[in-house]
C-alpha cells in the first residue's frame, strides 16, 4: 500500500465545509485512495474512494490531483456527529493499511 | 445493508484464561474477513486476513498460536485469544470483505467495519 500523510488535526466549524488534504505521492497505479473514518470507539466507516477521477456521494466528495499525488476529503456542510479521525488509505489488492489519519473536531 | 456485528462488544478476563470474538456479516456473504488491534490513541494495526475455509494469514510480529482464527462460514469468523496477559488488553476490531464487490458501490478494498470488542485482561 501506498504511504499516505496527513496532518494531525484540525478543526473546522459546524455547517462550513471541511477540507481534509492527504499526501500519496509514492502511490502506484492501480492504487486507489480511499477514505474511512473512525468516530471514538467505534469501527471505521466507508466514506468514499477513488482512481483518477473526482468522485461524489452522499457523504462526502473527493479531490484527486492529476497527476494523483495527493487529494483532498470534502465534506460539505460538517455537523458535529462530523468529529472522528479521518484516514487516507492508498490501497489495491486485500489489505487496508491505516496510518496516524487526522483528527478533526467540528466545533459550533 | 452491509452490517457487519461482534460479539462480545466487552469482556473483561483474568490474566491466562482464553478469549473468543466471534465476527458476523448480517446480510452479505464475506469470503475474507480481517482482525484489527487498536490500542488507546493509536491507529489500527492488522493482524491477520481471514479467508473462509482456509488458514489465515498473519501479519509479521502476531503470534498465530496465540491468536486463533476461524473462518468457517461465509458469515462468521472467530478470533480467540489464548491465555491473555495484561498487554493484550486492547480494542480488536474484526471488518468483511463482500464476496460480490458488484454488489456494493465501494470497490476491490471495500471494508465493513464491526463496532469493535474492547478486551480488559485483569
Known amino acids: 500500500d501506498a504511504k499516505t500523510t496527513q496532518p494531525p488535526s484540525m478543526d473546522c466549524a459546524e455547517g462550513r465545509a471541511a477540507n481534509l488534504p492527504c499526501n500519496h505521492s509514492t502511490i502506484s497505479g492501480n492504487e486507489y485512495v480511499y477514505w474511512y473514518r473512525q468516530i471514538h470507539s467505534q469501527g471505521p466507516q466507508y466514506i468514499i474512494h477513488g482512481l483518477k477521477n473526482n468522485e461524489t456521494n452522499e457523504m462526502a466528495s473527493l479531490i484527486i490531483t492529476e497527476d494523483r499525488k495527493s487529494s483532498t476529503l470534502i465534506l460539505p456542510h460538517a455537523t458535529l456527529r462530523d468529529t472522528a479521525v479521518y484516514y487516507c488509505?492508498?490501497?489495491?489488492?486485500?489489505?487496508?493499511?491505516f496510518g496516524g489519519g487526522t483528527r478533526v473536531l467540528v466545533k459550533p | 445493508g452491509a452490517v457487519v456485528s461482534q460479539h462480545p462488544s466487552r469482556v473483561i478476563c483474568k490474566s491466562g484464561t482464553s478469549v473468543k470474538i466471534e465476527c458476523r456479516s448480517l446480510?452479505?456473504?464475506?469470503?475474507?474477513m480481517f482482525w484489527y488491534r487498536q490500542f488507546p490513541k493509536q491507529s489500527l494495526m492488522l493482524m491477520a486476513t481471514?479467508?473462509?475455509?482456509?488458514?489465515?494469514?498473519?501479519e509479521q510480529g502476531v503470534e498465530k498460536d496465540k491468536f486463533l482464527i476461524n473462518h468457517a462460514s461465509l458469515t462468521l469468523s472467530t478470533l480467540t485469544v489464548t491465555s491473555a496477559h495484561p498487554e493484550d488488553s486492547s480494542f480488536y476490531i474484526c471488518s468483511a470483505r463482500p464476496w460480490r464487490v458488484g454488489v456494493v458501490a465501494g470497490g476491490d478494498n471495500e471494508q465493513f467495519f464491526g463496532p469493535g470488542t474492547r478486551l480488559t485482561v485483569l
Open positions: 488509505i492508498g490501497a489495491a489488492g486485500n489489505k487496508l493499511t
Open positions: 446480510d452479505f456473504q464475506a469470503t475474507t
Open positions: 481471514s479467508n473462509e475455509g482456509s488458514k489465515a494469514t498473519y
